[in-house]
């Protein structure tokens, strides 16, 4: 069994950063893609981002392209989200979800390990 662990959120003045990690213990860390959703208070979860195993490719959503990175360190077992030019509408709490196949099926929302979130808040 494999727990994704998140941290690094906070609250945060609009046009500020944060940089979100996940980390993983269990099965050597370059098994899995990794991605990155948020749910906002009375909404779905949404799609952020996703990269590769070794991170080769990586996915966006239109809403946060741009301005938020996704990238790795298998070295260190971690994936990061660096999110730039925050605004309120970001206010979410952020989850890390990792798929044993293609970061593709993150985009598509298939997952098959989730973390248990990190609140983000930007205040305007």
């Known amino acids: 069994q494999v727990q994704p662990v998140e941290s690094g959120g906070g609250l945060v003045q609009a046009g500020g950063s944060l940089r979100l990690s996940c980390a993983a213990s269990?099965?050597?860390?370059?098994?899995?893609?990794v991605g990155w959703f948020r749910q906002a208070p009375g909404k779905g979860r949404e799609f952020l981002a996703a990269?590769?195993?070794?991170?080769?490719?990586?996915y966006y959503a239109d809403s946060v392209k741009g301005r938020f990175t996704i990238s790795r360190d298998n070295a260190k077992n971690t994936v990061y989200l660096q999110m730039n030019s925050l605004k309120p509408e970001d206010t979410a709490v952020y989850y890390c979800?990792?798929?044993?196949?293609?970061?593709?099926?993150?985009?598509?929302?298939?997952?098959?390990?989730w973390g248990q979130g990190t609140q983000v808040t930007v205040s305007s």
């Open positions: 269990g099965r050597t860390f370059s098994t899995y893609a």
């Open positions: 990269i590769s195993k070794f991170g080769a490719g990586t």
């Open positions: 979800a990792l798929n044993l196949n293609s970061a593709a099926l993150i985009r598509a929302g298939s997952v098959d390990y």
